[in-house]
């Protein structure tokens, strides 16, 4: 008895080294406000950091590895990145590759990927009605909450 909760002990440390985590880094509110700013979100296309920090708590909860399977496409990362259009899931995915970068590199911690796509989706489409967590939550609403005390 003794042995197989030593073996089982064992075993979970092993999984819990071995496999990869579904978390990503999820960012602390303030410190993605710090981020938006420097990266230049504020009067970006009209929008402003509060609104940008509205869209990425409704479309990934701030969340690097957020990923969610839609049937036809599929959305990566922070800022939801759709596969149909900005992202490529591989060498015969159909997509349009917007952003020229692989979708499985919008879910890695570093955000620099995400944020050039992101603009370039919010450029495109002058504003953030590609998003629907913005659209449906954000858009029209008093946002001054996501950058209070940032």
């Known amino acids: 008895m ?11 440390v ?7 985590g579904t978390q990503g880094k999820v960012f602390p ?3 993605m406000v710090k981020i938006l ?20 708590e409704y479309e990934s909860s701030y969340n690097t590895k957020a990923y969610n399977d839609n049937g036809s496409s599929r959305d990566y990362g922070i800022f939801q990145i759709n ?3 900005w992202c490529s899931e591989g ?9 020229n970068v692989n979708c499985t590199k919008l879910l890695d911690d570093n955000i620099e990927d995400d944020i050039e796509c992101a603009k370039k989706i919010a450029q495109v ?4 009605t590609p998003w629907y967590g913005w659209k ?7 946002l001054s909450s996501y950058v209070k005390d940032c």
Do not use: H
Request: charged residues 25%; proline residues 2%; contains cysteine.
């Open 2 to 12: 003794r042995q197989s909760m030593l073996f089982l002990g064992f075993l979970l």
């Open 14 to 20: 092993f999984l819990s080294l071995a496999l990869p």
């Open 29 to 31: 509110r303030c410190d």
């Open 37 to 56: 700013r420097q990266e230049d979100f504020e009067g970006f296309v009209g929008s402003t950091v509060a609104d940008w920090m509205c869209l990425v």
């Open 83 to 85: 596969s149909k259009y």
């Open 91 to 99: 060498k015969n995915s159909g997509s349009k590759n917007a952003c």
């Open 125 to 128: 489409a002058r504003g953030l």
């Open 136 to 142: 449906n939550r954000c858009q029209g609403k008093d």
